[in-house]
Each structure stands twice: as C-alpha cells, then as structure tokens.
C-alpha cells in the first residue's frame, strides 16, 4: 500500500466519524514523517485483557472486581454491582466470576510487602 492510498484510507475513516481531528493529524503526520505504523497489539482489546490481573488489595473474594477495575479504568464498586446484577436477572454472573477467579492469574507481590495490612504492634 502506498503512501497515498494510506492517506486517503485514513481520510474516508476521518469522514466516516471512525477518527477525530487529532487522531487524523497525528496519523497523517506519523505517515508523511515515515514513521513506522503502531504495533498490532498497542491498545487493542487482547493486549488489555493480557494485562488483566486479580487485584491483592481492592478485593472482597478473589480480586475479579479490583483488577477489572484497575485495568478498565472503571471503579471495582461499579465491576461489583454488575456482577451482582448479572446474578440476579440473567444467572450468570456469578459463573463469569468463578470463571475469571479460576483463569486470570493474581497480580504478583512486590518485594516486602509479604504481609499486607498487619501493624508491628
């Protein structure tokens, strides 16, 4: 693909509402400077949920809502609410939480923070 086709695919998806004024801009301008096209995985939905982690310190059972929330941006009160939400009119989400519980791994422990919440008195 040329540079030319680049510059008028991202122009039918600036007229298209899929880009913002910015967005355009700083894609036209990393095009013609011949800088390389973002990375497949900057951003996109699956690098996210690689990064999802079960949260150590904002949990209530296993971590799901913290590290839903941590990775989402959105607050674990909310991730829990809808959880239970879930649960009580459709069923499944108390599934979805075992199953998340069991599959995303836990966030690892940082270096002398072994024990987490004890006082020394």
Not at 5 to 33: M, P, S, V, W, Y
Not at 48 to 55: A, C, D, G, K, V
């Amino acid at each position: 693909m040329t540079i030319s086709d680049e510059i008028r695919r991202l122009h039918e998806l600036h007229q298209a509402g899929a880009l913002t004024d910015a967005e355009f801009a700083r894609a036209k301008e990393r095009l013609l400077n011949g800088a390389p096209p973002p990375a497949a995985g900057d951003g996109d939905l699956a690098s996210e949920f690689s990064r999802l982690r079960r949260s150590r310190a904002d949990r209530w059972l296993g971590g799901v809502c913290g590290g839903i929330g941590k990775a989402s941006g959105v607050a674990s009160w909310i991730w829990r609410i809808v959880f239970v939400l879930f649960t009580i009119s459709f069923g499944f989400g108390l599934v979805i939480y075992i199953l998340l519980w069991i599959f995303v791994p836990e966030e690892e422990r940082l270096p002398g923070n072994d024990i987490i919440g004890k006082s020394d008195t």
